[in-house]
């Protein structure tokens, strides 16, 4: 059997609607044994690992700083998965370089399908179809949990915050340019919605400001940040180091 059916077979063995399927707190990859790790064979897109930067044929050498190197797939996937909205810490092999990247965990359910036709007609309630995965022999659909509303429904461009500009964004303290002196605010979510904090700024003044706020304690990862100014809001994914 090929290797990437191997794959899919360790990562998907339950059933759902008659399909295998898993359910998990994970970050949209499959995987396959190599030499120093595992390897990416498959990312879905918009998934976190798809906008976190990852590759196919990144080797993931430590997770959360444990290293990989004699481990199993399926010990491997064990560590990669976890709580959803908790962020996880590879460490990766590309190209001869050596990286860091930090990816906040989603909840998933992996579908094995026949192609992407089957994968939109897989009946799964409040998930969406996140992407089809597709190795040398095997197709697994992606979904992600969602609520019965987007968490971050599209933003239409009439109304989007222009007078409120995020140019930095650290763990102390964050800079923004203000056009109008009004009061905004700036909140904070994972990348799976939940409510993080949020801070009121009353005194704003035109020009630039630096803001200060602890987010010592928070993991490393990338987070939605959301400023709202007189009825109008914005959002960006920033990730704090």
């Known amino acids: 059997m090929h290797l990437f059916s191997k794959l899919f077979l360790s990562v998907a063995l339950f059933t759902v609607m008659g399909a295998a399927t898993e359910n998990y707190g994970g970050i949209g990859i499959a995987v396959y044994k190599s030499n120093r790790g595992v390897s ?58 050596v990286r ?34 597709e190795t040398k022999e095997k197709k697994a659909g992606f979904y992600i949990k969602q609520k019965d509303a ?12 222009k007078s409120v500009k995020l140019i930095s964004f650290l763990r102390k ?27 009121d700024v009353s005194n704003a003044k035109k020009g ?3 803001i200060h706020w602890d987010n010592t304690t928070l993991p490393a990862g990338q987070y939605t940040i959301e400023m709202k100014q007189d009825n109008k809001t914005n959002r960006f994914v920033k990730r704090l180091n």
């Open 150 to 161: 987007p968490v971050f429904p599209e933003i239409k461009s009439a109304e989007v915050l």
């Open 100 to 133: 860091h990247i930090d990816v906040p965990r989603i909840d998933l359910s992996v579908v094995n399908v026949k192609d992407k036709k089957e994968a939109n007609g897989i009946k799964c309630s409040n998930c969406k179809l996140l992407d089809v995965v």
């Open 208 to 210: 630039q400001m630096d």
């Open 40 to 97: 990416i064979a498959g990312i879905a897109k918009n998934s976190p690992a798809y906008s976190a930067g990852l590759n196919v044929g990144d080797c993931i050498l430590e997770v959360d700083g444990v290293s990989l190197r004699g481990k199993s797939v399926a010990e491997a996937k064990d560590m990669i998965r976890g709580t959803s909205g908790k962020p996880v810490s590879l460490k990766i092999a590309r190209a001869g370089d």
């Open 173 to 199: 303290k964050f800079t923004v340019e203000v056009k109008t002196a009004s009061p905004f605010s700036v909140s904070m979510y994972t990348m799976d919605g939940s409510f993080v904090k949020r801070l």
